[in-house]
């Protein structure tokens, strides 16, 4: 392979993005530049280069993220990958992740996540599949809560620049207790929620909860009009909609569910264990669907895995497969007490053996070791292994994070 990898230049990022547009047939404009330059760190763009020319590229950021036990552990969000079609089967986007993790590795973070366009490409290198997501399209005619809901607080729509800030706490105080989540900072709440010159003819609403006067859940939601023989027909879009409380959370939806000339509210990447299911009269007429979501690589098993929490006191060993980071490949001993655990080599009999993907699928726990044993894909190789995997593993809620990067 004549191309060459490397970290673009701060004159180069510009072209960096047209060529990632290219890659998923796209066409950027100058206001995603300017958005994407809000969060992008150019010492973390990697680009291939053939000829000098840019044509294909992978992009990590900087987070901290919710682990199992509400810990805030460093992980590099996975973006912008993509091969421009003139340039694939070259091994170009193997040589982007093998450099990426390898720099990953140098900076000491101990993990890696993403979403993936395509859910076949990142198993090889090690990702697993650590949380699924929910859709909801829901005929607000239905939406009647069960008996005994009684709305409380004050509900304020609002403009942006009044909005964000009273969201911003609302965020903060949900963030460390769900796996998954992000911690925010000034550049992705400004990413989150950039206002364009073509959002103005699509605008976002804001809707904030508050209860005694302090905010506690907010909506932000755009609104399709349809007026079809002069019969309203408006579809609401739920952008993002976070809760600090089960009270504000079910208010704020109710909220949405009782907008005027609404007919639908939909709503994309909502947690699996959405709590509507335990409000609705009717949970079917959500029409929840499910969809795979993030994906969880441990670059350092060790470091990862004591910088979760876990359930009560055990120790199981385990046989992990590495091939694509063959640092991490090896027997572990993961030995945990009161919830919190030491992790070292070991020679010891393992109780199970999986891969490094299998171990990311389980990190957050939304997956159990028994599910991906019945699909094959762990190996309990002493009795009882996979309970006492499970049993310490164990997590709720399930791992969630708010938007998609």
């Given at each position: ?52 020319r840019i044509v294909g590229g ?33 091994g170009i986007n193997r040589s ?192 929840f669907r499910t969809s795979d ?113």
């Open positions: 392979m004549d191309v060459e990898i490397r970290t673009i230049a701060e004159d180069e990022f510009e072209e960096f993005l047209r060529a990632i547009e290219l890659s998923f047939s796209g066409a950027g404009t100058p206001e995603d530049v300017v958005r994407e330059r809000l969060v992008a760190e150019i010492d973390r763009c990697l680009a291939a280069f053939d000829e000098g992978a992009m990590a950021v900087s987070y901290r993220f919710t682990v199992p036990g509400g810990a805030q552990v460093r992980a590099a969000g996975v973006t912008s990958v993509g091969v421009q079609p003139t340039h694939r089967r070259r982007l992740m093998r450099a990426q993790l390898e720099d990953v590795r140098s900076r000491g973070e101990p993990i890696a996540v993403l979403y993936a366009s395509e859910g076949g490409i990142y198993g090889r290198f090690g990702y697993g599949l650590a949380s699924f997501l929910g859709e909801i399209d829901m005929e607000v005619g239905r939406s009647t809560f069960i008996s005994g809901y009684r709305p409380t607080g004050r509900m304020r729509l609002l403009p942006r620049s009044e909005a964000l800030p009273l969201m911003r706490p609302v965020y903060d105080r949900a963030q460390p207790r769900r796996p998954g989540m992000i911690a925010m900072d000034d550049r992705w709440w400004e990413y989150l929620f950039f206002e364009g010159e073509k959002d103005k003819d699509d605008p976002t609403f804001f809707a904030v909860h508050d209860t005694d006067g302090a905010a506690d859940a907010y909506a932000a939601y755009r609104v399709k009009h349809d007026w079809t023989d002069s019969l309203p027909n408006l579809e609401l879009t739920v952008r993002q909609l976070v809760a600090a409380g089960p009270q504000a959370y079910a208010d704020i939806w109710r909220y949405l569910f009782d907008i005027d000339l609404v007919r639908r509210v939909k709503a994309w990447n909502r947690p699996i264990d959405e709590p509507l299911f335990s409000l609705m009269e009717e949970p079917r007429r959500l029409r979501a993030l994906r969880v690589r441990l670059v350092d098993v060790p470091a990862a895995l004591q910088a979760r929490g876990y359930v009560g006191d055990g120790r199981i060993v385990v046989d992990v497969e590495d091939a694509f980071c063959q640092w991490n490949e090896g027997r572990y001993a993961l030995d945990v007490t009161a919830g919190a655990a030491t992790c070292e080599r070991t020679d010891d009999d393992p109780d199970i053996a999986c891969s490094v993907a299998d171990l990311g699928a389980t990190y957050l726990g939304g997956t159990a070791f028994r599910q991906l044993h019945r699909a094959g894909q762990v190996t309990e190789m002493r009795p009882g292994g996979l309970a006492r995997a499970d049993a310490l593993f164990a997590s709720d809620p399930a791992p969630w994070s708010s938007f998609v990067f």
